[in-house]
């Protein structure tokens, strides 16, 4: 589900673009770590056979489940920015909306902003939807919020039960360190900047990735919005099922090639890997989170080449596929002019 590095994201008004050549190298690196992971598989023969024997027998029963569960994240992300209308009086459907969360997932794969990129093109959709600046910018910085607060409480869940199996490795260690930095620091921030909305960054601070962005949203936000117990405990909860429907994936995906494994298992196996996804800076944590998850898969039991082959098959689901119906909506989206927003209901 996105790491804040990159260039300044622009404006809502601003296309949301980033030149080719400073967009290319930017997935080397993961390319380069999944390429080394599938090779050490490959080079040893019987690993390989089973691997591809995995890949042939997969049962289409279970990538069924595996997509109805992906339908459903799109669904809980909507339902976020659902709510923030609806308390504005606005009308929305919730299909058009899962659409925008499509096209942002296509977006944070592509740029990696910490998911505040794809949050940017969020508040411009809901402007087309009818919603204020205001409004608009309310619903997107409460999806951050809600993205790392619900991280965040998985995460948590997660290390409880390595800590009950002493599985509290050193890597583990140090992925939780930095992932605890972003996972505190940018909601603290975010907070801050809502009672402080006079403050104007130094010359220093103006150099910090989306950070003006971020401060001229702060300042249009309707007071209290972000501090709202009821709808903040919402959205962390709708993003919460966005992680448990995600780990049901990988679970129908190895149950698909026929491996056993525990809810538990699943659950602390995808969101390590999502923490190794969120601190890369690498688009869509490619290779990283393939690793990770393969680590860990492989830490609670499930053989190397089954856990692999779960893996690709999940990000198959959660990010490949979605990539290019989601970067064509992106592009007929907002290619064209404004559209009449929806009416207050």
Known sequence: MEDIRSEPVPPLEEPLDVPAKRRRG???????????????????????????????????AWLLVAALCQL????????????????????ASLWSLSRL??????????IPTGGVGGSLLVGRGLRRQGATPGTAAGAVLLTVLCFYVAQALGVAVSLFFLWRKAEL?????????????????????????????????????????????MLKAIAEVPPGM????????????????????????LGAMLRALGQEASSSTVFVS????????????????????????????????????????????????????????????????FSRGPTPGQQPG
């Open 101 to 110: 969360s499509l096209m942002k997932l296509a977006f944070d794969q592509v």
């Open 270 to 333: 995808f969101m390590v890997a999502s923490m190794a996804e969120t601190v890369s800076i690498i688009p869509g944590g490619v290779g990283t989170y393939e690793a990770a998850s393969v680590g860990m898969l492989n830490l609670f039991g499930i053989p190397v080449e089954a856990a692999l082959a779960g893996t690709l098959l999940l990000r198959g689901f959660t990010l490949w596929l979605p990539l290019l119906p989601g970067l064509y909506l992106l592009r007929h989206t």
């Open 226 to 249: 972000l501090l709202d117990p009821g709808l903040l405990a919402r959205g962390v909860a709708l993003q919460l099922g966005v992680y448990v429907l995600d780990a049901a994936t």
């Open 72 to 91: 459903g994240t799109y669904l809980c992300v909507a339902g976020i920015w659902w709510m923030v209308l609806r308390r504005y009086r606005l009308r």
């Open 26 to 60: 930017w997935w080397i690196p993961g390319a380069l770590m999944l390429v080394a992971l599938l090779a050490f598989i490959f080079s040893r023969h019987a690993e390989e056979k089973q691997f591809l024997d995995l890949l042939r027998q997969a049962r289409p």
């Open 169 to 213: 490795n050193p890597w583990i260690q140090w992925l939780v360190t930095g992932f605890g930095v972003l996972a505190v620091a940018i909601p603290v921030c975010i907070l801050w900047a809502t009672r402080h909305r006079e403050w104007k960054p130094g010359r220093f601070a103006k150099r910090i990735p989306a950070l003006g962005t």
